[in-house]
């Protein structure tokens, strides 16, 4: 094993890479920025095309051209560049076009625009959350299969300090099995030939070959997102089996409410740990067999609360759960704010443990 | 001008005065109106590329508009995408495929509209596509509303007086803007009202596919095309109603020709 | 083993290229190495904090640090947060020709280096964080100091590659400036043993 020390953000790049990914659009925007500076240098280098997009919208779009011949191709933002990339996300949810994102947000608070999007018609986006870098560089290449296997775009949902801890790591390639042809991909080869092919989300096809149409069209893929809501859930538990109270977190928070529960394990505390990571799919039944018979769940998210609406859906017992959580920003607005902090979140699940006893 | 009259049924009824088309059509029904300019357009487009024996690769790129439906009977390899993207998905086709013939079809509102800055921004860095641009000045496929390129008086549904330039400002002359950045090698704008139009409109077409080929950078045709039907005007005053009105403030001629 | 260095100062004095060549020493040591950086708005003068971990297993430490084991004060200015996380019996080096004030903590192993007056009498004042560096390593032997030379040579940007040879001196110059023998940490006589046990 050799390991290099690389920032979460050319680690991911490379991974993509390493995936086969050869086009990449971007707008430089904090903490996305260096995302797109590694890949403006690495893939030129690799036979691969990375454009400087004048807008979020013009590089998505780009993107989608890019998936459309074929290739496999990403863009990526945070926050407020992802808000204008909403509708070409949903326009690949519903023309079938694979598309990795790269969402290096800021902070938690883009949870639901994530997971529920602010696009059009009835889609989802497979959205994976890393707890660290060694895991983003994982899953970025788990994203590029789902992306292929479902003909979706799906999303990762990293962060501020994944973007900038530099860690050792070695980027190894992953097996995740194999993949339909890309028969759909458009090489102009059939032009003129009769047989000729057309990617819309409105699925007419051609006259010599027609195509579903929206209605049937848009009810399997409405069913193809439901296979994957059952097929694709990914979570961590830990110490579930004789928890009293488990504490659901995701992301790189929830490595350090990680850290914390196992701190409170020592202290001899039944309490235990769960983090889903998909976002979407959220694992509903896992949680719901974590937290069957425990006392409390609390939710550790940095946001106003957004996840525990999820954790509420897969709650048996509403009243079990409970926020701990809630917006922690630096003033600047660019990053994570003091609640991050293994010591917070002590506090705060203490507090709860200190009022239960009363 | 005569403007067509609502309140009855029409005298005549439509009759077929030609049929030939481009075998690039995979069918010639259709659903254009009477007297539209675009599917004019459509077929000079493909017989520039098969005269130029580059169907074989070519793919095209279309946006939304009354030459969307088009995509199901043009033979050619297609991505339908979003209002006003289309030079945005092209650039991404065409990177990743640079020996295919790239094209996109978009309207006025499709592109001088939504797509203003993707237009632009594709041209200034250019991307070696061929855009058209089929220019009514009037959204056709919802009905007949007023568009950046409308022209200062034109009457829409949103315009009904005609518009007024302190109300609706004025209008953008797309291929001069697009003619002025560095990155664009052809940009010409010509007419199907008349068969001498017509034939000067192919030859343009075919001059930016080619230059496109040789990897000259962007290239760009606009194309007037009628709208009688959000013009309001009769079917068989399309044409005059265009020369009379459009013609005059986009003159057809070849804006750019780096070669 | 797990080895917590934090590193922090004021913009402009070279925390972050201070870590990062400790970073790339240890990971051409085969090491495994996080390093998290918390930065100001400014280019200088503001908030500089870096973060170094360096392990002989993968990392299991957070990216925002709590407990260190190890600092290397370059300012008084924004070092309450890494002394506040300071672990008993930390090994904890000030750059003496800049740091006011005391610290106020019992059971710490404490080292002062007058790193700027050392550089200063140098001709190359920039290089006080080598100096620092140099010192620290020295003491704790966390990796060797050839190691320690090649990453700063690595990680100099190319429009910087005309202070090398001042940087490989004051990384000297620092390692002369403590009297102890060099200590390796992975031959278990360093003083940081004490801390992490």
Not at chain 1, 180 to 204: E, M
Not at chain 2, 196 to 222: C, D, H, N, P
Request: proline share 3%; glycine share 10%; net charge negative.
């Amino acid at each position: 094993m050799t390991l290099r020390l690389m920032e979460g953000t050319e680690a991911i790049a490379e991974a993509a890479i390493l995936s086969g990914c050869r086009f990449f659009t971007g707008y430089p925007m904090s903490s996305f920025t260096k995302l797109l500076e590694h890949f403006a240098q690495k893939l030129p280098e690799n036979n691969g095309v990375c454009i400087n997009a004048e807008s979020e919208i013009e590089g998505i779009n780009m993107t989608i051209g890019a998936a459309s011949t074929g290739a496999r191709a990403a863009t990526g933002s945070c926050g407020q560049g992802l808000a204008l990339m909403q509708e070409a996300i949903a326009e690949a949810a519903l023309n079938e076009t694979p598309l990795v994102i790269f969402n290096m947000a800021r902070n938690q608070q883009d949870y639901f625009q994530a997971t529920r999007g602010g696009g059009w018609g009835d889609y989802r986006t497979i959205t994976l959350a890393p707890k660290d870098v060694w895991e983003a560089v994982e899953h970025t290449q788990l994203l590029f299969h789902l992306a292929d296997l479902y003909r979706a775009p799906v999303l990762l949902y990293g962060d501020d300090l994944i973007a900038k801890t530099q860690v050792g790591v070695e980027i190894e390639a992953r097996e995740f099995g194999t993949l339909p042809d890309k028969n759909w991909a458009l090489d102009g080869k059939l032009s003129g030939t009769g047989k000729s092919r057309v990617t819309w989300t409105f699925a007419w096809g051609k006259h010599n070959t027609p195509g579903l149409r929206a209605d049937k069209h848009w009810r399997n893929i409405a069913a193809k997102f439901d296979a994957i809501n059952n097929i694709e859930a990914r979570w961590e538990q830990q110490y579930t089996d004789d928890a009293e109270i488990v504490v659901v977190a995701f992301g790189t928070v929830a490595k350090f409410v990680e850290s914390v529960v196992e701190e409170l394990r020592t202290k001899g505390h039944a309490i235990g740990f769960f983090r889903p990571i998909t976002l979407w799919p959220f694992p509903n039944d896992a949680l719901e067999q974590a937290t069957n018979s425990v006392r409390r769940v609390l939710v550790f998210e940095l946001n106003a609360g957004q996840m525990i609406d999820d954790v509420k859906l897969s709650v048996a017992d509403k009243t079990k759960v409970q926020g701990i959580g809630g917006v922690s920003v630096h003033d600047s607005g660019l990053s994570y704010g003091d609640l991050l902090s293994a010591q917070s979140i002590l506090t705060r699940i203490e507090e709860i443990i200190t009022g239960d006893k009363k | 001008m005569n403007y067509i009259a609502t309140n009855a049924p029409p005298a005549e009824k439509s009759k077929l005065v030609a049929n030939s088309h481009s075998p690039l059509l995979q069918t010639t029904e259709h659903h254009f109106c009477a007297g539209c300019g675009e599917p004019v357009g459509i077929r000079i487009l493909l017989e520039a590329l098969s005269e130029l024996s580059l169907v074989d690769g070519s793919i095209g790129v279309v946006g939304h508009g009354c030459y969307g439906g088009a995509v199901t009977t043009i033979d050619v390899d297609i991505l339908q995408c979003l209002h006003g993207r289309a030079p945005s998905c092209a650039t991404g086709i065409k990177r990743m495929r640079p020996e295919s013939t790239v094209f996109t079809i978009q309207g006025d509102g499709d592109m001088v509209n939504e797509g203003l800055q993707e237009v632009l921004h594709t041209a200034a860095r250019g991307e070696n596509i061929t855009c058209v641009l089929f220019n009514n000045g009037v959204f056709g496929d919802t009905g007949g509303q007023m568009t950046t390129t409308s022209v200062i008086g034109q009457r829409t549904k949103n315009s009904i007086n005609g518009r007024d330039p302190a109300a609706h400002g004025f209008p953008i002359h797309i291929s001069n803007l697009i003619a002025s950045l560095e990155g664009s090698a052809y940009v010409a704008r010509g007419a199907v009202h008349k068969a001498g139009a017509i034939a000067k409109t192919k030859r343009m077409l075919k001059r930016a596919l080619s230059l496109q080929q040789q990897g000259a950078g962007f290239t760009m045709v606009e194309i007037l095309t009628m709208c009688p039907t959000g013009w309001f005007v009769p079917v068989s005053e399309g044409g005059d109603y265009m020369a009379d009105s459009m013609e005059k403030i986009y003159p057809v001629t070849v804006l750019k020709n780096i070669a | 083993m797990e080895v917590e260095v934090m590193i922090s100062g004021i913009g402009g004095q070279g925390i972050q290229l201070v870590a990062k060549t400790l970073s790339v020493a240890a990971i051409s040591e085969a090491h495994h190495v996080q390093m998290s950086s918390e930065i100001g708005g400014e280019m200088r003068g503001g908030l500089s904090i870096s973060s170094v971990v360096i392990g002989d297993h993968p990392i299991k430490a957070l990216p925002i640090l709590d407990k260190t084991s190890s600092a290397l004060i370059f300012h008084h200015k924004f070092s309450e947060k890494v002394i506040g996380n300071l672990r008993p019996d930390a090994v904890v080096m000030l750059n003496d020709s800049v740091f006011e004030g005391e610290i106020q903590k019992e059971d710490l192993q404490i080292w002062r280096i007058a790193a700027t007056t050392i550089a200063e009498d140098m001709g190359h004042p920039m290089t006080a964080g080598f100096v620092m560096l140099g010192a620290f390593n020295k003491i704790t032997g966390l990796v060797s100091q050839n190691a320690l030379s090649d990453a700063m040579e690595k990680v100099i940007p190319p429009y910087r590659k005309q202070h090398i040879e001042a940087n490989l001196a004051a990384l000297r110059a620092g390692e002369d400036s403590v009297s102890s023998d060099y200590a390796s940490i992975w031959n278990h006589n360093s003083p940081l043993l004490k801390v992490i046990g």
